[in-house]
């Protein structure tokens, strides 16, 4: 995963042992020219001989991955993954906003966040919130039922057998829901149909990752941006 040394300006790529749970390398760059670059000066990465990569939908990653470590099953990353769905949901939800009543808009803008988090992570006062603000258009609550089968999709498939299967159900759901958004994020689960499902090959996240390049934004904003390594 990459994570930014200037916003906008400058990425670094950082290599992670995810079974192992150690840093490997950081790679300055995240273009696939840089990455080769990394790769060919560098012998100790030329004996990497992983089972499988998780990493988000940049082609670049999956180009670089697929020339060095081409046995390597490729696996998109989940939480990079959902937040396409959770993206197409909050569009449908600032739509929705534009149609209602005062008090409602009010309410529907000041809580959205309640409707990206997941269903059992909710507290009894946020769920009845939630209850409330899907009861103000019918496609909204469509598409929230869409976002929480997708997450069940991922916990819940027993064998990557059954998981293709409910895959397709999830993809002909979101097309019922007949929204702009929503066909544009399925355009995007289709072209990337493999790589989502490989998850349930060997189920691996970026969750640990996603928790040091954390580590690295406050260290960051501690040195003022310090860009000295």
């Keep these: 995963d990459d994570f930014a040394i200037r916003k906008g300006h400058k990425y670094n790529t950082g290599l992670h042992d995810l079974k192992g749970g150690s840093f490997l390398q950081l790679i300055p760059g995240r273009t696939y020219e840089e990455l080769m670059d990394h790769y060919d000066s560098h ?44 993206e197409a949901l909050q569009k449908i939800r600032k739509q929705v906003q534009k149609t209602l009543a005062p008090h409602a808009k009010k309410r529907l803008k000041k809580f959205h966040h309640c409707l990206s988090k997941r269903r059992d992570d909710l507290s009894p006062e946020e769920e009845k919130l939630v209850n409330e603000l899907l009861g103000y258009d019918k496609q909204l609550k469509a598409a929230y039922l869409w976002k929480e089968n997708f997450i069940d999709w991922y916990d819940l498939s027993l064998n990557f057998k059954q998981a293709k299967i409910g895959f397709e159900r999830w993809c002909e759901q979101g097309r019922l829901i007949g929204h702009p958004a929503v066909n544009a994020c399925l355009k995007t689960m289709e072209n990337w149909k493999e790589e989502i499902m490989n998850y349930h090959k060997l189920r691996f996240t970026n969750a640990s990752v996603e928790g040091r390049n954390n580590k690295i934004k406050t260290l960051q904003r501690k040195h003022y941006f310090t860009r000295n390594p």
Excluded: C, E, Q
Aim: no cysteine.
């Design 43 to 86: 012998p100790s990465l030329k004996d990497l001989r992983p089972a499988a990569v998780v990493m988000d939908l940049a082609k670049a990653y999956h180009a670089f991955i697929r020339t060095v470590y081409p046995n390597a099953i490729r696996i998109a990353d989940r939480f990079h993954v959902n937040r396409y769905v959770t």
